[in-house]
């Protein structure tokens, strides 16, 4: 329960981040860096894999399914909204996965492909949670530097 309170507020999080903030800040990319519309769809993404992954566990294959590095699609040219409904609409199917679980299916384990090490479904959802506050810190930057800009060119 812990670790999907941890999920789930993320989306809370994300939202109060981004809200009231101009399209060009949430679509901004500094120095070949992704923009905070991009960490957000990677999120996204993230979770269409560790959705399969979770199923992959209960099942028994392994390896699991490799992760995403690189975001699939132009999240720049989206507005926020609809990159943030995106993450919503799979972060939710993830935690609705996540509660359905037994007892016994998250004790199931499937090898971890990069980081090679057996992961059960909590291990997946501890990773993701630690995953989502990298982006977060990463986010919180963006902002940082965008707001430090304004105040210099306010100068």
Same mark, same amino acid.
């Given at each position: !329960?812990? @670790?999907?309170? #941890?999920?789930?507020? %993320?989306?809370? #999080?994300?939202?109060?981040?981004?809200?009231?903030?101009?399209?060009? %800040?949430?679509?901004?990319? #500094?120095?070949?860096?992704?923009?905070?519309?991009?960490?957000i769809?990677?999120?996204?993404?993230?979770?269409?894999?560790?959705?399969?992954?979770?199923? /992959?566990?209960?099942?028994?294959?392994?390896?699991? *399914? !490799?992760?995403v590095? /690189? !975001?699939?699609?132009? $999240?720049?040219?989206?507005?926020?909204?609809?990159?943030?409904? $995106?993450?919503? =609409?799979? =972060?939710?199917?993830?935690?609705? #996965? $996540?509660?359905? @679980?037994?007892?016994?299916?998250?004790?199931?384990?499937?090898?971890? !492909? =990069? @980081?090679?090490?057996?992961?059960?479904?909590?291990?997946? *959802? $501890?990773f993701?949670?630690?995953?989502?506050?990298?982006?977060?810190?990463?986010?919180?930057?963006?902002? %940082? *530097?965008?707001a430090?800009?304004?105040?210099?060119?306010?100068?």
């Amino acid at each position: !329960p812990f @670790l999907i309170e #941890r999920l789930e507020g %993320t989306i809370a #999080r994300l939202e109060k981040k981004v809200s009231g903030q101009p399209d060009n %800040t949430l679509s901004l990319q #500094r120095e070949g860096k992704w923009s905070i519309k991009q960490h957000i769809g990677h999120l996204a993404e993230v979770d269409q894999i560790a959705l399969r992954r979770i199923d /992959e566990m209960v099942k028994g294959v392994s390896p699991m *399914a !490799p992760a995403v590095f /690189e !975001p699939r699609q132009d $999240y720049n040219r989206q507005p926020v909204r609809k990159v943030l409904d $995106y993450f919503i =609409r799979n =972060r939710m199917d993830n935690l609705n #996965r $996540y509660k359905r @679980l037994s007892e016994d299916e998250c004790s199931r384990s499937s090898l971890h !492909p =990069r @980081l090679k090490v057996m992961m059960n479904p909590v291990d997946l *959802a $501890y990773f993701d949670a630690e995953h989502d506050d990298h982006h977060l810190v990463k986010i919180s930057e963006i902002m %940082t *530097a965008s707001a430090m800009e304004d105040v210099r060119d306010e100068l």
